[in-house]
């Protein structure tokens, strides 16, 4: 069954340091995409940074980084240089593109991450 | 500027009562979808449309209704039969390709009064 798993419910960061925000995922499909959202307090979701499962390279976008290690189902955030701004909610999702609902994502519990001056 | 649109940003729902929650987009996405988040949680699809006239079933959807009449509109039903309304409701629009994101609005947090 698909599943995204974010063991880390919340996690503290210090300015301009680097953080990594964990994320694995479980599907039997070889077809499949990672997406990365940041939700602040104010609630809209924000995409982030896209992964699929045959890019042989790791996403990158700005300041966000994707380390996507295939093998171990495993797809972590690396947010670079964090800013006061970078504190909010960040949800990993999946979607499965051999299945009957290719536009479905599936949502793991996310991370809070806090960035402290 | 193209967007998503929920409205409105609060709600408020009395025991029996059905209350419609507003969902536009100006993006010209094909598809559009409703979720529900509750505290401390992820998102759950509750129901999903990748064409005019025609949705399909998240995974919650009982208490719900949508409809699809128009591309740029997908308006979510909150039923007297959903027992456990209160939740914050975000919906999204995507192009219907794989690798495309999801678009949200700035969602609707609706309360049991």
């Known amino acids: 069954a698909q599943k995204i798993t974010q063991t880390q419910p919340g996690m503290f960061v210090q300015e301009k340091e680097a953080v990594t925000l964990d994320c694995t995922y479980d599907?039997?499909?070889?077809?499949?995409?990672l997406f990365w959202y940041k939700q602040p307090s104010s609630g809209e979701m924000i995409f982030l940074i896209y992964?699929?499962?045959?890019?042989?390279q790791n996403a990158t976008e700005g300041r966000y980084s994707l380390n996507f290690q295939k093998a171990r189902k495993s797809a972590n955030l690396v947010i670079s240089a964090s800013q006061l701004g970078d504190s909010a909610m960040y949800f990993c999702?999946?979607?499965?593109?051999?299945?009957?609902?290719?536009?479905?994502?599936?949502f793991g519990t996310g991370t809070l991450l806090a960035v402290q001056p | 500027d193209g967007g998503i649109t929920q409205s409105p940003k609060y709600l408020f729902r009395k025991e029996g009562q059905n209350v419609t929650l507003s969902c536009e987009q100006n993006?010209?996405?094909?598809?559009m979808y409703w979720y529900r988040q509750d505290p401390g949680q992820g998102l759950r699809l509750i129901y999903y449309?990748?064409?005019?006239?025609?949705?399909q079933k998240g995974d919650i959807a009982e208490g719900y209704s949508v409809s699809r009449e128009k591309k740029e509109s997908f308006p979510l039903t909150v039923t007297s039969a959903q027992k456990n309304p209160t939740a914050f409701y975000l919906c999204?629009?995507?192009?219907?390709?794989?690798?495309?994101?999801?678009?949200f609005g700035d969602g609707t947090r609706l309360s049991i009064l």
């Open positions: 993006l010209n996405h094909d598809a």
């Open positions: 449309s990748q064409i005019v006239n025609d949705f």
């Open positions: 599907t039997s499909d070889q077809s499949y995409g």
């Open positions: 992964q699929g499962s045959y890019d042989e």
């Open positions: 999204a629009s995507s192009w219907d390709r794989g690798s495309q994101p999801q678009h």
């Open positions: 999702a999946m979607r499965e593109y051999t299945s009957g609902a290719t536009n479905k994502l599936i």
